[in-house]
């Protein structure tokens, strides 16, 4: 088994039976394409999000239901609703209606985790399905036999050194005969309970796979848009693709809201230097973006992303002064409560850091829970500031280049800013706006710093 490639379709890639026949043939047209990691078909994780709730009354969850069975039925039809994979996803189906009833009387985030890996599931027994119809020779391989997490119910963190235990006894043996389809986005702990690694770990699933198997040599992640772009170009029109970029710079874009790579994915790929590639399975033909180690371009700005929700929390206290330990039991807390804290400032007496509102937990809570303010209340004052968004400029060397920082900001000299984090990291400069005036400052920054010849400051 050599030159193994694992491809990731997102759910908007497996929304219907024709958009699963395009995925096939993007699979089929590269013979080392072995190992194909699928999301739920669109719309399905949000629904067994609210089945799995305990909110919902009898009528609520069969309305959810009956889109819940829309969506998998369709594919089923076109499929000619072939017996044996008929009844298979009938009795999913069966069983997601029993444990929503469930949730309505016994609620947890075990349940919640349970119910809402079945998108995967369902969604990968019938692209099997497809590819065996088509005359391909396809296996399902359930990926929580190997993908072993801890027991964070929601967000759950792998342990790299099982996981890649089990790939390779399990997994990579199949990789010579079949091309395996299994699910990304889920896991499960030491005792067999099925666990997710949050919203859009399906990336991260298929970076974890590829990292695991020996001879991997590429990761593919197929989604709704022809690689990474300059930004979002629904908030600039003058965004273009990036033909390619460094694991750093697509790191720091991923991190700071680019929405197509997960956060976590590049880092299992720098650990094994895999290449990722990221392309749109509507239009394969346009090709898409290489993240790769070293690139032959480095531009000190490079692209620009935005993460809107963000939640600022101003930490004061008298006791700051000379004093030690301040950080320290701040940052115990956020670990106790499983939060990452991205932007931070301090003062003599204040500290003022930023936080996600959702945090990218699975099952959509808050992560800013009561208990975790109480326990910060006990030693300081707290200070909660909403509808906020975090801008951050990509690049490189960005600050070891004179004129940077007046570059940047002249291009913003309009937009009020709240917070700035810089020097930190030579591919970021990062800052925090009011909402409404974020699409303002990505505009602005990318017609300045991004239009015509990136490589320098203008």
Not at 3 to 9: I, L, R, T
Not at 22 to 43: D, E, H, Q
Not at 72 to 95: Q, V
Not at 156 to 161: H, L, N, S, T, V
Request: glycine content about 8%; hydrophobic content about 40%; overall charge negative.
């Amino acid at each position: 088994m050599n030159q193994v490639c694992v491809a990731k379709f997102g759910g908007t890639s497996v929304a219907n039976y024709q958009a699963m026949c395009n995925c096939a043939k993007i699979v089929t047209n590269n013979p080392n394409t072995k190992l194909v990691v699928l999301s739920a078909s669109a719309g399905v994780t949000n629904l067994l999000v609210e089945l799995a709730s305990g909110s919902l009354d009898q009528a609520s969850i069969e309305q959810r239901m009956e889109k819940l069975c829309a969506i998998e039925n369709s594919i089923l039809d076109d499929l000619g609703r072939p017996e044996a994979i008929t009844a298979e996803i009938e009795k999913l189906l069966h069983e997601i209606r029993e444990l929503a009833n469930h949730a309505i009387i016994e609620h947890d985030d075990a349940l919640t985790d349970r119910i809402v890996s079945f998108g995967e599931i369902m969604s990968t027994k019938l692209f099997t399905e497809v590819l065996n119809s088509l005359g391909y020779k396809a296996k399902w391989f359930d990926v929580r036999t190997v993908m072993r997490t801890d027991s964070h119910f929601g967000k759950a963190a792998p342990i790299i050194e099982v996981i890649a235990n089990g790939a390779k006894e399990q997994l990579a043996p199949l990789l010579d005969d079949y091309i395996v389809v299994t699910q990304g986005f889920i896991g499960s702990n030491a005792i067999g309970q099925t666990t997710t690694l949050g919203r859009g770990g399906s990336d991260y699933s298929a970076a974890l796979l590829g990292e695991a198997i020996p001879g991997c040599a590429a990761i593919e992640i197929w989604t709704d848009v022809p690689g990474i772009y300059t930004t979002d170009p629904r908030l600039v029109p003058e965004a273009h693709a990036i033909p390619e970029i460094t694991f750093s710079e697509a790191a720091e874009m991923a991190t700071f809201g680019a929405k197509v790579l997960h956060p976590a994915t590049i880092f299992p790929a720098v650990r094994k230097n895999i290449p990722v590639f990221v392309g749109s399975s509507k239009e394969p033909e346009k090709g898409g973006t290489w993240v790769r180690k070293e690139t032959n371009s480095k531009p000190t700005f490079r692209a620009v992303a935005l993460r809107k929700n963000q939640i600022l929390l101003t930490l004061q206290s008298p006791n700051m002064i000379g004093a030690c330990g301040f950080l320290a039991n701040i940052f115990s807390i956020f670990a106790k409560y499983g939060i990452s804290v991205d932007l931070i400032t301090t003062s003599e007496v204040s500290v003022a850091l930023t936080i996600d509102y959702t945090g990218s937990q699975s099952n959509g809570k808050s992560v800013l829970s009561e208990q975790l303010l109480q326990e910060l209340k006990s030693f300081c004052r707290v200070r909660i500031d909403e509808g906020l968004s975090l801008v951050a400029l990509i690049g490189n060397g960005m600050s070891q280049v004179s004129g940077t920082g007046a570059a940047v900001f002249s291009s913003i000299c309009d937009v009020n800013i709240r917070m700035i984090c810089y020097g930190a990291s030579t591919h970021n400069l990062c800052f925090l706006v009011n909402e409404d005036q974020a699409p303002k400052a990505i505009a602005q920054l990318h017609h300045k710093l991004l239009e015509g010849n990136p490589t320098s400051i203008k």
